[in-house]
């Protein structure tokens, strides 16, 4: 393999050289290469896309019923059948139109997303260095590394300067990996030692490397092309869709065929019992329900980007609202990812809390034991010897924190415990952190004093302490030894990161004064307690899936108030069987230590082999294959673009309180968009309901389908949607998960749709066409549609539809509560009144508008027939929601 | 009989030479590296590269010459082909196919002689490999095969040898069929201490499974007998790959 050739050698292969390529060279070998980027997905053609809306289910039948339409106009011309036809035709337009709007706009906001993260490369050519952009890379380039660098591509070092790479997106491990110019016996390109690869991050240190591969043949792209292969499931709301629309559609197929053959065997003649079926057909299929429901989605996704949580697709939406498991990250998800001295323990045995979390918090240094000057002065000197042996620098004025978090964190203390300036500490030597040695020094002087300061892991620093430092340097006894075990034992447990801090005057890693212990821990994000409380209360399971060591885990999880019944590690994982570990999951609270990512993806098959709706989250490269195997993906908005891409959502925060917030939200979706479908389903009532009426009794015909499709895509829209908006209902949080096999349509919003409120709304109808009729001395008899008094009844009949969803759409607004004890408002249902009532006066008093809908003005004096049946109605929905609440275990 | 590198001093051509080397090593015939001059190619890249791949022959105990032509590429190869006797012609090509890639033409043009088209990915797996897989279709070609076997032979690379109903879902060979054609081939590289291990599968060729198949099982080269997939197949399964491969034209099917 390369990486085990001499350097020479290694730029002989790559007909490279230390001063780097020619410009020309460069660009050969981009058409050798290709860019420096992961393959791209083939890009979507939105022609095909927006024609793909015109070929489902639903829209065909709509088509065809337009078609039949016009067939029907073709060969009894005058009936009204051409304006049906254009009619639905621009409904069918209207539907795709939108649809795909709303699915295009939620593509370029993920672009735009992607696109924030542009890179750049520090690479050597010709002898000069320059800044390219990543893409422009090549094999034969000479890369400079510095500190806090992205690698642009696989390289082999040339040389190296206390070089440390983050290799999580890789490996998944956080801790930074040592880097040296001799490959070690690595038989493998991820295991050499001299290697830099594409994606990792320079945590510390400098050096040069020469660009061995580019793009997809680099080790993060290789790992990135396979995460297509999994399968993404079908989300609950595109089977809900689907099988919403099978069923509405075969309803209204199965009406239009009964009453057409029925009009047909009572001599009403083949086309017109033809167009009878075909509006029975447009009156029975909810047009306006698909593009409420997009609009619906759409709207909570937007509230969801408010609260931190980015969706993908509109589809996952509600998939989150099924969540029954939620596998989180502990580092940046649960915790700050701020590395944060908590506590330190001096020589003399006091005891010290730092407050303030993270970098940028303020905190002060509060002894917890009784402290003297002595104390103070012993406390400043640790603080001073942690940070001045360190390579961080924090920036409180840009926010900014370069180096290794462990280091930045002493940095932090020192800052808080007001310590010596560390600038007037000059480093001479330093004797390099290996993960061998597991400590670091630095020789340092100050004027005349030359000092070595020690920081490190106890078990290693220790024994090389000879003195102590209490109120004066004495010898370190075995009390003393034992009694510092004990303190580091103790706070190991409660999940510190200890380091020893000691020191000495002159040279040399032997007779040590010990001066300490710094207790350090990645602090819980502020509100992940109550949100972790909120998911039990919401029958949400929680799993913390971690690369950390278990005890450590342990303890974060029990300060978060997180249940663990058992601790398993990824090598235990490896050792069971399916059966046995799908047996563990489903009974147990599992806490998951030092797993690799790849291991999550076995986790999320065994959890969804149990039924569980899984929401995962993750940020490396190799955490996509899980993220796209969930049923919901969550990556975090610092992770790799890789995961991003696989994920159906992203937390812009990272915080795990986001992710509750848009359970809460998916919850409330499924609810609204179950309000919503029971009130479009509602109107069809009143639509079909005069058909009916009209084919047995022989009555004039009480609606034309202009009528109801000004119901379905007009009236029904804006409030429809308003409903679709609904912010959570109080107890959402409360009840269990919307089960996998629960359905939108289900039995419930049938019912309650077709059979109470469609029903009432039915009478209503009718009540308002027949009341008109007779009180204004109608005989039994048929009548022209271009009479003005069968289009003032018409008319009536609309009205008496329309006032009732009116009020249906006010007491739909909670599933559960009383509509007198609704606080919040809803603005947009306000406004989709108020335009029904704009579009009332209009097909009352404006002749063109009537002409459209075969409307006419209606006496005032028989407007009083539109009023009883809102009032039943009313009457109708609090009777029930009492019902139902008696029901409802979880309120 | 001789091998024959295309070469132009590109690093690309340079790598191509490399596996010629190793070749002409295992079946012990001279290595001829080609150099001709169109007017577009540079004698002093060819003649660093020319350096460095003598140094290289000469330590794998092959004998190598070096022949400078001039004139239109083709022309000169025909006239060359008729002149010397070639067992297999090795030529590097660009990333991504295209319907102008050089390659392509030379392959077209129907030499008197076997074509090694060889897709460099990664520099770094040329010198040495450690596994090379051997996608032969439904049945092995066996000059292809010598290919395969020949540049497994001295390396410690372990070998698979890929057997696939390539045509389509409903063509289906059986597997005890494609067990059936491997098995004289392996019994061949059995003779020669070869271990192989033989990939039987029905599925018809899907370039991104199969490229997932080449990454999971760390792969450092594959050799596809040319015949015996589609052109379109053959590109997008080389393009899309990570891999370093080689496309094998055989001269008579």
């Known amino acids: 393999m390369l990486f085990q050739q001499p350097i020479e050698q290694v730029l002989k292969s790559l007909h490279s050289s230390e001063s780097g390529l020619s410009q020309q060279e460069v660009v050969h070998r981009l058409e050798a290469f290709g860019l420096n980027q992961l393959k791209q997905k083939a890009k979507k053609d939105y022609r095909i896309e927006y024609l793909k809306e015109y070929i489902s289910f639903f829209p065909i039948l709509l088509e065809v019923a337009a078609v039949l339409a016009l067939i029907a106009d073709y060969f009894q011309p005058g009936e009204g059948n051409d304006i049906l036809a254009y009619a639905v035709f621009g409904a069918v337009v209207l539907n795709a139109s939108f649809t795909f709007w709303q699915k295009f706009k939620a593509d370029k906001a993920m672009e735009a997303l992607l696109k924030l993260v542009k890179s750049e490369a520090k690479v050597i050519r010709q002898g000069i260095l320059c800044t390219v952009d990543a893409t422009q890379i090549v094999p034969g380039d000479i890369l400079q590394l510095e500190e806090g660098d992205k690698i642009a591509a696989d390289a082999i070092l040339l040389s190296a300067n206390d070089l440390y790479l983050n290799l999580s997106v890789l490996n998944g491990e956080s801790s930074p990996a040592s880097r040296q110019l001799l490959a070690g016996d690595a038989k493998r390109e991820l295991d050499a030692k001299n290697m830099v690869f594409a994606g990792s991050v320079i945590t510390n240190g400098n050096g040069l490397a020469v660009v061995t591969t580019t793009g997809d043949t680099t080790e993060f792209g290789k790992i990135a092309s396979m995460t297509s292969e999994v399968i993404t499931l079908e989300t609950p709301i595109e089977k809900e869709i689907k099988h919403m629309t099978t069923v509405l559609t075969l309803l209204a197929l199965a009406a239009g065929l009964v009453f057409f053959f029925l009009g047909w065997f009572s001599d009403r003649g083949l086309l017109v019992s033809a167009i009878f079926a075909l509006s029975l057909i447009v009156a029975n299929v909810p047009e306006g329900l698909l593009p409420t429901i997009t609009l619906s989605l759409s709207l909570a996704s937007q509230r969801m980007a408010k609260r931190q949580a980015l969706i993908k697709n509109l589809n996952s939406v509600q998939t989150l609202g099924s969540a029954t498991v939620i596998c989180t990250d502990k580092t940046g998800t649960l915790t700050q990812n701020e590395i944060t001295a908590h506590f330190i323990y001096l020589a003399d045995g006091s005891q010290v809390e730092l407050t303030g979390n993270g970098y940028f918090e303020p905190g002060e240094c509060q002894f917890k034991t009784p402290s003297s000057k002595q104390g103070i002065e012993n406390l400043q000197q640790l603080l001073t010897v942690a940070a001045v042996n360190t390579h961080a620098t924090v920036n409180h004025a840009e926010h900014l924190v370069m180096g290794d978090p462990t280091e930045a964190a002493l940095v932090v203390a020192a800052q808080k415990c007001k310590s010596e300036p560390l600038v007037e500490w000059q480093k001479v030597k330093e004797y390099a952190f290996s993960s061998e040695r597991k400590m670091m020094s630095s020789l340092v002087t100050q004027g005349e004093k030359t000092q070595l300061f020690v920081k490190g892991a106890v078990e290693s620093v220790l024994p090389l302490c000879t003195l102590i430092q209490v109120a004066s340097k004495q010898t370190l006894t075995r009390e003393h030894k034992s009694q510092i075990e004990q303190q580091n034992l103790q706070l190991a447990k409660q999940a510190y990161r200890v380091l020893a801090i000691a020191m000495k005057s002159g040279d040399g890693e032997d007779n040590l004064v010990f001066l300490g212990l710094v207790g350090m821990i990645d602090p819980p994000r502020k509100d992940v307690k109550q949100a972790i409380s909120e998911c039990y209360s919401a029958h949400i399971k929680v799993m913390m899936i971690t690369g950390d060591n278990p005890i450590t885990a342990k303890a974060i999880a029990e300060k978060i108030g997180l249940k663990v019944d058992e601790v398993l590690t990824g090598h235990e994982l490896d050792g069971f069987s399916n059966t046995d570990l799908q047996a563990k999951l489903s009974s147990k609270h599992l806490l998951f230590a030092r797993m690799a990512s790849a291991q999550k993806l076995r986790i999320a098959q065994l959890l969804q082999a149990n039924g569980e709706v899984v929401a995962m989250t993750g940020d490396g490269v190799n955490d996509a294959p899980a993220l796209k195997q969930a049923n919901i993906g969550i990556a975090m908005g610092s992770g790799t673009d890789v995961a991003k891409e696989a994920a159906d959502m992203i937390l812009l925060d990272d915080n795990f309180k986001s992710i509750v917030a848009a359970v809460e939200e998916g919850r409330t979706v499924y609810f609204n968009i179950k309000k919503l479908t029971t009130y479009i389903l509602s109107s069809n009532v009143p639509e079909i309901v005069p058909y009916v009426l009209q084919f047995f009794l022989k009555i004039p015909m009480p609606l034309s389908v202009i009528q109801i499709l000004l119901i379905d895509l007009g009236t029904d829209q804006l409030p429809g949607l308003g409903l679709g908006a609904e912010k959570p209902e109080k107890h959402i949080m409360r009840r269990p998960p919307v089960g996998q096999n629960e359905k939108i349509l289900d039995w419930e919003v049938f019912k309650r749709g077709y059979f109470m409120i469609g029903l009432i709304e039915g009478i209503a109808a009718m009540f308002a066409f027949l009341g008109f009729l007779f009180l204004n001395g109608w005989q039994y008899g048929d009548l022209s549609i271009n009479d003005e008094f069968h289009r003032q009844a018409m008319t009536m009949t609309l009205l008496g539809a329309i006032t009732c969803q009116m009020v249906n759409v006010f007491t739909l607004r909670s599933w559960e509560d009383s509509l007198w004890r609704l606080t919040r408002t809803n603005k947009m249902i306000w406004f989709g009144v108020m335009m029904e009532v704009v579009l009332i006066l209009a097909i009352l008093y404006i002749p063109a508008v009537q002409s459209i809908f075969n409307t006419a003005t209606v006496p005032f004096e028989n407007l009083w027939l539109l009023i009883p049946f809102p009032i039943v109605l009313i009457l109708y929905h609090e009777w029930y929601k009492t019902h139902q609440k008696a029901k409802a275990h979880w309120q | ?253």
């Open chain 2, 1 to 253: 009989m001789r091998i024959v590198s295309l070469v132009n001093g590109s690093l690309l051509s340079e790598a191509a030479s490399l596996y010629a080397i190793t070749y002409a090593k295992s079946v012990q015939l001279p290595l001829t590296l080609l150099f001709i001059d169109n007017g577009l190619e540079s004698i002093e890249h060819f003649r660093l590269s020319e350096l460095s791949l003598k140094e290289l022959a000469k330590a794998q105990d092959v004998d190598i010459e070096v022949i400078i032509l001039a004139g239109d590429i083709l022309d000169t190869l025909h006239h060359f082909a008729q002149l010397y006797a070639i067992d297999t012609l090795f030529c590097a090509t660009r990333k991504q196919s295209s319907s102008h890639s050089f390659s392509d033409k030379i392959v077209a043009a129907r030499l008197e002689m076997d074509i090694a088209v060889v897709k460099v990915k990664n520099v770094s797996h040329v010198r040495s490999y450690h596994r090379v897989l051997f996608a032969a279709g439904s049945s092995i070609n066996v000059h292809a095969y010598m290919l395969w076997l020949g540049l497994l032979k001295d390396n410690e690379a372990l070998g698979k040898l890929y057997l696939q109903n390539n045509r389509s879902a409903f063509k289906t060979t059986t597997t005890s069929g494609l067990k059936y054609e491997a098995e004289p081939f392996v019994q061949m590289a059995k003779m020669l201490h070869k271990s192989v291990e033989v990939v039987n599968t029905l599925q018809p060729v899907n370039p991104e499974a199969m490229n997932n198949y080449l990454i999971a099982n760390n792969l450092d080269l594959v050799i596809y007998d040319a015949h015996a997939y589609s052109k379109r197949i053959l590109n997008q399964v080389s393009d899309e790959s990570s891999i370093n491969s080689i496309l094998y034209y055989s001269w008579k099917v």
